[in-house]
C-alpha cells in the first residue's frame, strides 16, 4: 500500500520528475531532472563515455553525499603522505636542490602541497583519469616553474595510430588537449610536461574521428562511478524521495458532525475551510506559533497512513554507501555510526596499508619515471605515513622489539654463540642492512 502510494508521488509530482527517454547507443536512457537512468544489464552507447558522463559524474559528487564524503575522505587520507627525497643506495634522506622538492612543497601560485594533492586525488576518483602537469619553460629542461592537476573533462586525447597499443613506442600523434569551452579554444599540450595516472583502462572503440569527443580510445581510465550507476541512482531518489515525503499533509482534517435529520456526516463548505486553514496555520512547535488548540468545532483527523521508515529508504542509503566503499577500497567501519573506536581503528590502519599506500606509491613512481626516465638519478623521491599517529603504536613496538633483539646478538656474539653473517642475518629481517 505504501509503497504504491510512494510511486504514485514520484510519477505525478512534475516538479520532482520531468521525464524524458532518448537513445545511447543500445540502451533506453531515461533522462530525469538532469540525471540520467537506464536499464540494468542494456549496453551502453559509445556516447555515455563522453561530454554527458563526464559532466553527470561531478553531478554525482557534488549532489550525493555518501559519494561525496567516501571519496573526500579518500583524498584527505592520500595527501597525508610525507613526501622526501632519499638516497636510492641506502634509503635515507638526502639533501638537494632539486627543482622537484620545492615544486612538491609549494607547487603552484595558488595551492600548497596538501591542497594540491587533495584535489588531484578528487579528479581521479570523480573522473577516472588524473594528469600531472609540469609547467616547464621551453629550452630550461627540469627548471620546473610549477605543478597543477589538470581538471580531466577539459583535457582530451587523441590518436590516428589505429593499432597504437601494440607499438614498441609511444607513437608521434598521440597529442594531448586542454579545451577550456570548444573546439576553438582548445590548446595543445607538450606530452613531455604531462604525467597521465588513470583508473580501470579497459573501454576501447575504434574511431576514424580521431576521438577528439569521446573518451573510448584506451588512453582514458574510466571513473569507478560507472558501475555505481544505478546504485548511485537509488541514492538519489532515496533522498530525493524522503524531501518530498516530508512535505505531505500530516493528515485530512474533516468535520465529524453528523446531520441531526439525516444522520449523515456534515461537509464544510469552501469558506469554512480557508477559516480553518488560517486557524491552524497559527499553531505549531516554535516559539511563535501557539501550542493548544481550542475549538467548538467537531473535528476528524485521519492520519497520513505513509511511513517513511517503511518504505526503507534508510536501508537504501546503507546499503548504497556500503557499494561505494567497495568499490573505492574503503572500510564500511569508517562511515559507519555504529562502528566502535577500535574496529575504526583497524579499518583505518587497514585502509591506509591495502589501498592509500599502494595508491600514493604509484603516484610516487610514476613522478620517479618522469623525473629520470633513464634511472641515471642517485635519489628518488619518497612518500611516508610513519608519522601518523595509527602508525605510531606499530613503530613503538618494533623499537621494543629491535631493541631486545639487538641486546641479545650483542651478547651471543661477545661469547662467539654467532659470527657477525648470522648478527647481519637476523637484522636483516627488520629489514635492516639489506642495501
Known amino acids: 500500500m505504501e509503497k504504491h502510494i510512494i510511486l504514485n508521488i514520484i510519477q505525478k509530482s512534475a516538479s520532482y520528475l520531468t521525464s524524458l527517454v532518448t537513445n545511447w547507443g543500445n540502451a533506453t536512457v531515461t533522462q530525469m531532472n538532469g540525471s540520467y537512468f537506464y536499464g540494468i544489464g542494456e549496453s551502453i552507447g559509445s556516447e555515455y563515455w563522453g561530454e554527458q558522463s563526464y559532466a553527470q559524474y561531478l553531478k554525482n559528487f557534488i549532489e550525493i553525499p555518501e559519494l561525496n564524503a567516501i571519496i573526500n575522505y579518500r583524498a584527505q587520507c592520500e595527501s597525508n603522505a610525507k613526501f622526501e627525497i632519499v638516497s636510492k643506495e641506502t634509503g635515507k634522506p638526502v639533501k638537494n636542490n632539486e627543482p622537484i622538492i620545492r615544486i612538491l612543497r609549494r607547487p603552484n601560485w595558488f595551492q600548497g602541497q596538501k591542497e594540491f594533492w587533495i584535489q588531484s586525488s578528487l579528479f581521479r576518483h570523480i573522473y577516472g583519469n588524473e594528469y600531472l602537469y609540469f609547467l616547464t619553460p621551453l629550452g630550461m629542461g627540469t627548471n620546473f616553474k610549477g605543478l597543477y592537476t589538470l581538471p580531466p573533462d577539459m583535457v582530451y586525447i587523441t590518436c590516428k595510430t589505429k593499432k597504437f597499443f601494440l607499438e614498441a613506442s609511444m607513437p608521434d600523434d598521440i597529442k594531448y588537449y586542454f579545451r577550456y569551452r570548444n573546439e576553438a579554444d582548445r590548446q595543445e599540450l607538450n606530452i613531455k610536461d604531462i604525467i597521465h595516472l588513470n583508473d580501470n583502462r579497459v573501454i576501447f572503440k575504434a574511431d576514424d574521428s580521431n576521438m577528439v569527443n569521446t573518451r573510448t580510445n584506451y588512453l582514458y581510465g574510466t571513473s569507478k562511478q560507472a558501475s555505481l550507476t544505478p546504485v548511485l541512482e537509488n541514492l538519489r531518489i ?17 468535520n465529524n458532525s453528523n446531520d441531526i435529520t439525516t444522520g ?20 505549531g512547535v516554535s516559539q511563535s506559533k501557539r501550542r493548544l488548540i481550542i475549538t467548538n468545532m467537531n473535528l476528524k483527523l485521519n492520519a497520513n497512513p505513509v511511513n517513511i521508515r517503511n518504505l526503507m529508504l534508510y536501508e537504501e542509503n546503507e546499503e548504497g554507501a556500503k557499494a561505494i566503499c567497495r568499490a573505492y577500497s574503503v572500510p564500511f567501519e569508517l562511515v559507519d555510526k555504529n562502528s566502535t573506536y577500535e574496529n575504526r581503528v583497524q579499518a583505518e590502519r587497514g585502509l591506509y596499508q591495502n589501498t592509500i599506500i599502494p595508491y600514493v606509491n604509484e603516484k610516487v613512481s610514476a613522478i620517479n619515471m618522469f623525473l629520470d626516465p633513464d634511472g641515471n638519478k642517485s635519489w628518488e623521491l619518497k612518500a611516508s605515513f610513519d608519522h601518523l599517529a595509527i602508525f605510531s603504536e606499530d613503530i613503538e613496538k618494533r623499537a621494543i622489539t629491535l631493541n631486545t633483539l639487538v641486546t641479545a646478538l650483542n651478547s651471543a656474539l661477545e661469547v662467539g654463540a654467532i659470527t657477525i653473517q ?12 639489506t642495501k
Open 422 to 433: 648470522d648478527y647481519k642475518i637476523e637484522l636483516a629481517k627488520f629489514n635492516i642492512g
Open 238 to 254: 532515496a533522498h530525493e524521495a524522503r524531501g518530498t515525503l516530508r512535505q505531505l499533509p500530516v493528515g485530512i482534517l474533516s
Open 264 to 283: 449523515r456526516s456534515v461537509s464544510m463548505d469552501e469558506k469554512e475551510k480557508e477559516n480553518l486553514q488560517a486557524q491552524l496555520s497559527k499553531y
